[in-house]
T-cell receptor
Framework: AQKVTQAQTEISVVEKEDVTLDCVYE???????LFWYKQPPSGELVFLIR??????QNEISGRYSWNFQKSTSSFNFTITASQVVDSAVYFC????????????FGKGTKLSVKP | EAGVAQSPRYKIIEKRQSVAFWCNPI?????LYWYQQILGQGPKLLIQ????????DSQLPKDRFSAERLKGVDSTLKIQPAKLEDSAVYLC????????????FGPGTRLLVL
């Protein structure tokens, strides 16, 4: 069965600190997709990144970077030089292949960035 | 490009009453999803439509929840009768075709059942 674990419930940092959000997943499929979403206080889920299981290249987008390691079934997310606007709940999600490979979300990590 | 639209944004009802939520997906997106997000948890899929057909409704409590997407575009989710534990945010999302493609979410409807 597929599962996503975000062990960090809440993280608090001071502005300009770097922070890493952990995500560990479980799946028996060889083809799967991993996602990160941001949910600010307004409530809307904002898409950040999608990664398929065949692409282990790390990705950087501005202050955001993602580290995908199949050997440890992890897909961690790092924010460099955090800002107050980064305060939100961040969700990691997994989708297996097939027409019913729906998104399975972790419980989320609440990030608070203090000025 | 317009995003996923949902209404209403907030709804307060008493238990045993009925309520309906509306969703209009991104234009051209064949697949539409309804999720329930209880406070402090990640979203959980309730039902997935592809065009106007149901692909997956295995987690929809069918004794009280119903959903339709008659013309393959917008969709309505109904709860009748509501229970206290239905208090949650109901999120609608859409994707081009498959769940493995990026799903884009609407702003959600926050439901409080008293």
């Amino acid at each position: 069965a597929q599962k996503v674990t975000q062990a960090q419930t809440e993280i608090s940092v001071v502005e300009k600190e770097d922070v890493t959000l952990d995500c560990v997943y479980e799946t028996r499929d060889t083809t799967y997709y991993l996602f990160w979403y941001k949910q600010p206080p307004s409530g809307e889920l904002v898409f950040l990144i999608r990664r398929n299981s065949f692409d282990e290249q790390n990705e950087i987008s501005g202050r955001y970077s993602w580290n995908f390691q199949k050997s440890t079934s992890s897909f961690n997310f790092t924010i460099t030089a955090s800002q107050v606007v980064d305060s939100a709940v961040y969700f990691c999600a997994l989708s297996e292949g097939g027409s019913q490979g729906n998104l399975i979300f972790g419980k989320g990590t609440k990030l608070s960035v203090k000025p | 490009e317009a995003g996923v639209a949902q209404s209403p944004r907030y709804k307060i009802i008493e238990k045993r009453q009925s309520v309906a939520f509306w969703c209009n997906p991104i234009s051209g997106h064949a697949t539409l999803y309804w999720y329930q997000q209880i406070l402090g948890q990640g979203p959980k899929l309730l039902i997935q439509f592809q065009n106007n057909g149901v692909v997956d409704d295995s987690q929809l409590p069918k004794d009280r929840f119903s959903a339709e997407r008659l013309k393959g575009v917008d969709s309505t989710l109904k709860i009748q009768p509501a229970k206290l534990e239905d208090s949650a945010v109901y999120l609608c999302a859409s994707s081009l075709v498959t769940p493995q493609e990026t799903q884009y979410f609407g702003p959600g409807t926050r439901l409080l059942v008293l």
